[in-house]
């Protein structure tokens, strides 16, 4: 989300200071070439994406204050995790923090260390994690922790992010200076914010830290990894437009054949269902770990 300097607000003394005339500064402005984001602060192209809009926003909000930085929702944005709010980032207030508190205004008061963005300063990902846990219920808070957990991690190797090591070593990182569950149990296996979602919610039914990303191998000795794990239950969250192509379809039936043949049963979730109805999607999972029981029984 790298800004074109187009992209950039800008005020009249910046424009000035960067060779423009007050003359030609005037005309922009009486041409409506330039588009006014809040009072002396003007943008020449206004984002048509909903998170570049927010970041627009921000960087308008923070101009004029060199000593505030973007937090909670808006450093969200600006670092480019996942949306938590389930609504448009449009409607996603501005949040800031400064030396004054002002919350009519978004603004909070705060002290952490923040870090130079495209669009200005904002908290870490650490900090992010930590605000954001604090803020919002588990599952939607895991949808950011698990982000920033497979940033802190720093490999794409899928053994690696999988491995209890791994976990641990985030973990740490990221509970320094709060044990919120949201932290504790951020795991950078996670490949999707609708599985973080899915799993928080299993975990507040009692399943305990459920391990995202697991390797397994299906009859044919060939490699595979799965969303979510249950004893031989494997939980898969996917979107639906995954399987509008009819080659994915049939690798994934493929896939499946496979580790079914090696003892593993399934349970599909779709994504859109999983942040819909969670508390549905929570009762099926039951219902099928319960038929997995029965069939057990009558087979043992």
Partial sequence: MDPTPEMLPITRDLALAQGLTPWQWRSLVETG????LRRGVYVPVVATDDRTLHAQRVAAELLPRTDHFAVSASAVALLELPNPYFQPWRRVPVRLAGPKSRPRRGIRHGTAAPIATPWGPSTDLIDTAVTVAMELPLPAALMVTDAVARQLADTQDRFVLASQNCRNRVRERLTRTSDNPALALANPAAESP?????RGHMILEGYTDPPCGVPRRGASGKQYFIDLLLDRLAIEVDGKVKYTDAEVLRMEKDREDDLRAAGTEFHRVWADDAFGEPVVE????????EQMRQAWRATG
């Fill in 282 to 289: 929570m009762q099926r999972l039951a219902a099928k770990r």
């Fill in 194 to 198: 609708a599985e973080s979602f899915y």
């Fill in 33 to 36: 070439e330039l588009t006014r």
